[in-house]
């Protein structure tokens, strides 16, 4: 029993959320604002109208009955009629007034006697009320009792001489008639307002969904957008704040259509960058089998190539690997204080080798000991890249400079060599992936492209920059400057 309430309680919840959910569309809350600001002043218009009229019809009827009570009280204050009520004169009058009013007098003498009644019922009688008492005070005073629908209106009746008060009278009208014509005035109010409240709901319901159509429009366009049917850009012509929010959806698609292009462009290099390797190998192992009988010499020297090119296709992958690696430890570098004085002349001193073949100077100049928290396997791979590149780059008997210098925030590592330099208009592109400004050149050199995009990566983990500068023909300088601490993410 318990668990059955439990689930049912749940579903309702749920069901409950979902119905008012509902409600919180921007059509249904401007249509009920709408109709809100429009249905009810006239509601509340009518009700002040109606309410107003009927103080006014009370109001007038008073006035009235005390008008025409007037004359019958001078009467009765010039005769003796409260001492003996036998005025056939002054009765019918009272009558008269009575039944024109739908309503009872009574008039009482000083001594709270009922001494005539239009009724006839209380007739010698007495009579002790409120307004009775009020009424030899002077008070005379009305009283409208609107769920019996009457007013009892008492009226002070003076000697006509001594102008004191010696009898009181009493009249009780029905209002009905009154109510009646209110009953006639609601009916003509509800139909008017059921009339306005239609028509209000029309423009509410019609204005409420032009408001609302630029959301949906949007909302229709990211979906087709989302299923791949629409390649162009989302446009809608609405509020300012919606052609923000478009301006933002758009500059958000663009980017993702960047990151996207140049995913596919980095998956189609990676193919053929792989594929190249290869294809020569099948050329030169396909020359051979051609042959029927080759030189020894012949197969050695062309191992030796396809060697090489087994070299190239790992180096290759060997890169790709560093770089996707670079990617994904994003989050977990290994970060630790490093002399790197004593970092630089390590990889200074087994890049040498490389340089002596060719005859150039590698120089390393230290401004003071740096010690800084970096990944050093990562900052090994940067300084690497860079003096291969510049050792790669350069001319036979040409130089390289490496420096090293801090500041209290930064250190800076200055690659400075005599090489080929770069190209003006390639100098934006050489940190992307495979790009290589000369590649028949770089071909023959030995590159994958890749070093550079690994450095740049490796940098920026370290939240360092890079640049370059240089000119063809005379050389080239790259400054890396990187945070003395490491500043996490
Ligand atoms: N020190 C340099 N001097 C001249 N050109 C350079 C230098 N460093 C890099 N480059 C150019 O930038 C390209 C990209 O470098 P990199 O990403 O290291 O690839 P690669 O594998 O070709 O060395 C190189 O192919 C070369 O054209
Ligand atoms: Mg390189």
């Known amino acids: ?70 004359i019958i009280i001078n009467q009765m204050g010039m005769s003796e009629y409260l001492d003996e009520p036998s005025s056939e004169v002054i009765n019918a009058q009272l009558t008269q007034l009575a039944n024109f009013y739908d309503g009872r007098i009574m008039v009482i003498d000083k001594d709270y006697n009922i001494v005539k009644d239009t009724f006839s019922m209380n007739t010698g009688k007495t009579i002790v009320s409120e307004e009775v008492i009020n009424c030899f005070k002077g008070i005379e005073n009305s009283r409208y009792d609107k769920v019996n629908n009457y007013i009892e ?80 850009e989302i446009s809608v012509k609405s509020y300012r704040e919606m052609e923000l929010i478009v301006k933002s959806i758009n500059k958000m698609i663009n980017r993702m259509k960047v990151l996207d292009n140049s995913r596919q462009e980095f998956v189609s290099n990676v193919s053929h960058e792989l594929k190249t390797p290869i294809t020569s190998m099948k050329v030169l192992a396909d020359s051979l089998l051609m042959q029927e009988e080759a030189p020894v010499e012949l197969y050695k020297e062309f191992m030796t190539d396809i060697v090489e090119e087994i070299d190239r296709e790992s180096k290759i992958i060997e890169d790709l690997l560093s770089l996707v690696k670079m990617d994904k430890t994003s989050q977990n ?97 050489i940190f992307e992936r495979f790009y290589r400004v000369d590649k028949s050149h770089s071909r023959e050199i030995g590159g994958t492209g890749l070093g550079l995009a690994i450095t740049r990566n490796a940098v920026l983990l370290h939240r360092g920059t890079i640049k370059v500068s240089s000119e063809e023909n005379k050389g080239t300088t790259f400054t890396v400057r990187i945070p003395l601490s490491y500043i996490a993410s």
């Open 333 to 429: 570098l290994n970060i630790m204080p490093v002399n790197l004085n004593e970092l630089l002349e390590l990889i200074l001193k087994r890049l040498q080798p490389i340089a002596a073949k060719r005859n150039i100077e590698l120089l390393f100049e230290s401004f003071r000991p740096v010690t800084a928290e970096i990944d050093d396997v990562k900052i090994t791979l940067v300084i690497s890249n860079l003096v291969e590149n510049a050792i790669k780059y350069n001319v036979d008997n040409g130089w390289v400079h490496v420096s090293l210098n801090a500041d209290h925030k930064f250190f800076y590592v200055t690659v400075e060599d005599s090489g080929i330099g770069i190209p003006k208009k390639s100098q934006e592109y």
């Open 153 to 232: 209106q008492a009226v002070c009746i003076e000697h006509s001489v001594t102008k004191k008060i010696i009898g009181v009278m009493l009249i009780s009208v029905s209002t009905d008639s009154i109510v009646d014509s209110i009953d006639i005035l609601m009916t003509k109010a509800y139909i008017l307002q059921l009339a306005l409240s239609l028509a209000i709901v029309v423009v509410a319901f019609y204005v409420s969904r032009r408001l609302s159509r630029p959301f949906a429009k949007i909302s229709d366009d990211i979906a087709e957008m989302s299923e791949g049917f629409l390649n162009e």
């Open 1 to 70: 029993m318990f668990t059955r309430n439990g689930v049912w309680a749940i579903i309702s919840k749920d069901k409950i959320k979902d119905f008012f959910h509902r409600f919180k569309s921007f059509h249904i809350i401007v249509f009920f604002v709408i109709f809100a600001v429009g249905v009810l002043p006239c509601f509340i218009l009518s009700r002040g109208i109606v309410a107003n009229y009927e103080s006014r019809a009370i109001e007038q009827r008073i006035v009235n009955i005390k008008t025409q009570c007037e």
